[in-house]
């Protein structure tokens, strides 16, 4: 039988998760993949911590030389994150010729040019499942199960964090703060929460995934973001009224003007299949031009699911012996050819505060008038003397919102509290 040796380098949550995956089912590949797959060192400094996890003190490294040196160790995988030590490690790894299983979104994102350089010059295999969207298979699903197709358009729910916060919310009526909290405590949010709640973590996962879908390079800086920190639960229960959810949405579509990417929290019709995925859950829903519509569904993040994605790249890696790379020309940046555009089209949802007075609202109807901005529905409020106005608008262009939103905001009697995209 053949034998593949796996080094693991960094036994924190997720290293944990893959060495606890593949020791628990070393026999059951043995059995079925026809594959031994030994884990044959992990590089971790605390030793105590890989001893608890079962690792033998031999096998437990504390230098990447070590690692890269043993002949016995064919695939590397990378699962410290941040960039620096990361990206040395992986590249020193591929410049041994070893196939490198990564799950660091913001390394792949960022380095995969150079990276795939890298292991094609040695003809190594480079594998990054669950760098995106933990253990749902998606990165396979584009590169195999729907190659056939051309994909049109892409929307996720890519980051558990935030859809746990939002659901919180959305659910129980906690303020931002408060949900924010909880996920802290549950371990979901990290102490300095940015990178989630600001969307850089979905927008690193959008730009591979939006690559890999539209075969063609997708930088993270053409990706349009916007978090969740603005985001009320008075706006969250306003939108339940009107029938939609509140969601972190992930973008990737295929227009006549370009790629639009963008990251940002979407009111979804509550009919929508993306709707319903709620807590710490992802989902994307794609469609294909000879498919139509796919959801895949499941844990984003967590020790298991995301060592269920390395794990299974590991499987792949041994049980292939072609290494397979991207469907395009890998660059740091964009083809020239390629565009996108910033003033994409959506409808859109907005609320505003008004004075209570003769003429206001049609001061604002001229406005979208003006822009060209047509209303779907409309809701007024009354609070005293002023009230909170709720427009929902037909498919419009970006650019006129905003600038209807500026002309609104210099009205007096009149100011936006606030504005987001709608997907119906
Ligand atoms: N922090 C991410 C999330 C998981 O909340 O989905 C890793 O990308």
């Known amino acids: 039988m053949k034998k593949v040796g796996v ?37 971790e400094l605390n030793r105590e911590r890989a001893l608890k996890l079962g690792v033998p003190a031999e096998k437990i490294m504390s230098n990447i030389a070590e690692v890269v040196c043993n002949p016995d ?34 390394l792949f994102c960022k380095y995969s040019h150079e990276l ?50 939002l659901t919180k919310m959305s659910n129980e009526g906690f303020s931002y703060e408060d949900a924010l909290k909880e996920a802290q405590a549950l ?14 973590d979905a927008a690193y996962k959008l730009s591979i995934l939006s690559s890999l879908a539209f075969h063609t390079k997708v930088p993270f800086s053409k990706v349009f973001r916007e978090g969740i920190t603005g ?12 029938g939609y959810r509140l969601k972190l949405l992930a973008i990737g579509k ?10 940002h929290p979407t009111f979804v019709r509550t009919e929508h ?66 565009h996108f555009p910033s003033d994409f089209s959506s409808a859109y949802y907005l609320r505003i505060k008004v004075s209570d007075r003769t003429g206001v609202l049609a001061k604002i109807a001229a406005l979208f008038a003006k822009y060209n901005i047509s209303i779907e529905e409309m809701l007024q409020k009354g609070e005293g003397d002023t009230a909170s106005v709720t427009i929902v608008t037909h498919e419009t262009r970006e650019l006129a919102v905003r600038n209807a ?17 709608v997907v119906s």
């Open 7 to 43: 080094a693991i380098l960094g036994l924190g949550v997720v290293g944990g998760g893959t060495y606890e995956i593949l020791t628990k089912n070393r026999e059951f590949y043995q059995r079925t993949q026809n594959v031994d797959i030994v884990v044959e060192s992990v590089l």
């Open 73 to 106: 160790v064919n695939i590397v995988v990378e699962v410290i994150g941040g960039i620096d030590a990361a990206r040395e490690f992986v590249l020193a790894a591929l410049n041994a010729g070893k196939t490198v299983v990564t799950s660091n979104k913001e």
């Open 116 to 165: 795939e350089r890298a292991a094609k010059h040695q003809n190594a295999g480079l594998y990054f499942e669950a760098s995106c969207v933990g253990g749902v298979p998606i990165i396979r699903t584009l590169l195999d199960g729907l190659q056939a197709n051309n994909i049109t358009s892409m929307m996720g729910i890519i980051n558990g964090t935030t859809n746990y916060i």
């Open 187 to 200: 371990g979901y949010a990290e102490a300095d929460p940015t990178a989630d709640v600001e969307g850089f």
């Open 231 to 242: 985001v009320t639960k008075e706006v969250i229960a306003d939108g339940k009224e009107l």
């Open 254 to 263: 295929q227009t006549d003007s370009g790629i639009e990417v963008r990251v």
């Open 273 to 338: 299949p993306l709707a319903a995925v709620n807590d710490s859950f992802n989902a994307v829903y794609l469609t294909g031009d000879a498919v139509g519509d796919v959801m895949l569904y499941g844990r984003g993040a967590g020790a298991l699911p995301t060592g269920s994605a390395i794990v299974s790249d590991i499987i792949y890696a041994a049980t292939h012996a072609e290494s397979r790379y991207s469907t395009f020309k890998n660059t740091a940046n964009a083809d020239k050819d390629v």
């Open 405 to 421: 939103v500026s002309k609104i905001n210099a009205l007096e009697v009149a100011s936006v509290e606030s504005v987001l995209r």
